[in-house]
């Protein structure tokens, strides 16, 4: 059956295709985008019927993995709850927490990640690693409210998987921030990715930046948007994506906007699609690499920027080992 899945908060003309995204997936017992819960697949995009719950109190740094058997994933609704704390500067107080979803045959995941900081003073971040086997699908949504001088950093690490279909919707209050940053692999398959953080109030900074590479014959989409909403003043935010196209069959899409509703705001945008810099590889080729190594060295440098985000060395340990495997 063909599913439309993805769909963007504001809609572009139809021939840059990349409102949504269409599947053929035969999936039993999933409600994609019921029609009737138009706000609920505006922040979500991806809406399901079947879920296990966990909640997690979060008082220290922790790692969950989660391992995938044939058939029907499991859908994860993570809850964080973040507890009470002395410290009142958001800089200096982190809790990080770290998901691994592997795949042990062929299947399909589902998560559904909802967080609220709605306690002063919480800056928390979340490590999401897709390491998923080339023949499973991927689907998470993220719902997130960040508040009373909250801090939320996704780092969403998105290395494996088949069809991979990921969104982000965000509200942001008063002085809180939000920072999404994104490393994909297109390698013959499909990517989607929609992004919505909305600027509700004043002093908000929110940050999308997004490396990636795509390689035999793979498609992606990206939709970003942020949204100043009338009364967010003050409010900061950017979005950058950059793609290297390692062949000339693999297709790249993208679209960030920046909606305004405020005046007193910053923000910027930009997209960068194209093959390995010529000169970089020239360069690095002329001090003894092999074409090789130098294009794996350009790509890593790139990622390093979102990997060296995560505090964990182990979890490091394990994307370079994944990354090192597939460029």
Do not use: W
């Amino acid at each position: 059956m063909e599913y439309i899945l993805n769909e963007s908060a504001y809609k572009t003309t139809n021939r840059f295709k990349i409102n949504n995204i269409k599947l053929d997936l035969d999936i039993p017992d999933i409600t994609y985008l019921n029609p009737v819960d138009k706000e609920f697949n505006t922040k979500i995009g991806l809406s399901f019927n079947k879920y296990d719950d966990y909640t997690y109190e979060v008082k220290e740094n922790k790692t969950e993995t989660i391992e995938y058997k044939d058939g029907i994933g499991r859908v994860i609704n993570i809850n964080f709850i973040l507890g009470d704390d002395t410290d009142n500067s958001i800089h200096n107080y982190e809790k990080e927490f770290n998901l691994i979803l592997k795949s042990l045959d062929d299947t399909k995941c589902f998560s559904y990640i909802k967080i609220n900081t709605n306690i002063d003073s919480k800056h928390f971040k979340i490590n999401v690693i897709n390491l998923l086997n080339n023949k499973s699908d991927s689907f998470i949504a993220y719902d997130n409210k960040v508040d009373g001088m909250g801090g939320l950093i996704i780092n969403h690490i998105d290395l494996g998987g088949h069809f991979k279909v990921n969104n982000v919707y965000t509200e942001l209050y008063d002085y809180s921030f939000n920072r999404i940053n994104t490393i994909y692999i297109g390698d013959n398959n499909k990517l989607d990715y929609n992004y919505h953080v909305k600027s509700i109030g004043k002093e908000t900074i929110s940050n999308i930046i997004t490396e990636g590479i795509l390689k035999n014959k793979a498609y992606k989409q990206h939709k970003g948007i942020i949204d100043f909403v009338e009364g967010c003043k003050k409010s900061e935010g950017v979005e950058l994506e950059n793609c290297i196209l390692l062949d000339d069959e693999s297709i790249s899409r993208s679209s960030p906007l920046l909606m305004c509703h405020e005046e007193d705001v910053e923000g910027s945008h930009g997209v960068s699609t194209g093959k390995i810099d010529k000169e970089k590889l020239f360069y690095l080729m002329s001090r003894g690499l092999s074409e090789s190594e130098a294009n794996k060295l350009i790509i890593l440098a790139n990622f390093n920027k979102i990997i060296d985000n995560i505090t964990n060395q182990d979890i490091k340990d394990i994307i370079y080992d994944y990354i090192n495997q597939v460029i």
